[in-house]
């Protein structure tokens, strides 16, 4: 459950990170894009590892 909420909140950072911020050039809007690509990426591994405790506890 815990990875449940915690990937959920990465999804919520993610997409608040193009909200919040607002870049003004292009290098900006790279390090958006890469914050946001990040905080993607660890909603992935959270979930992932969610079912991986899930698959592990109904053992």
Do not use: K, Y
Not at 26 to 52: C, K, M, N, P, S
Request: overall charge neutral; aromatic content about 12%; hydrophobic content about 60%.
């Amino acid at each position: 459950m815990a990875a449940l909420v915690l990937g959920i909140g990465c999804v919520f950072a993610a997409l608040m990170t193009g909200m919040v911020l607002s870049p003004q050039t292009a290098d900006d809007w790279r390090a958006v894009q890469t914050w946001r690509t990040e905080w993607f990426l660890g909603a992935i591994a959270f979930f992932l590892l969610g079912l991986l405790l899930h698959a592990l506890q109904s053992r």
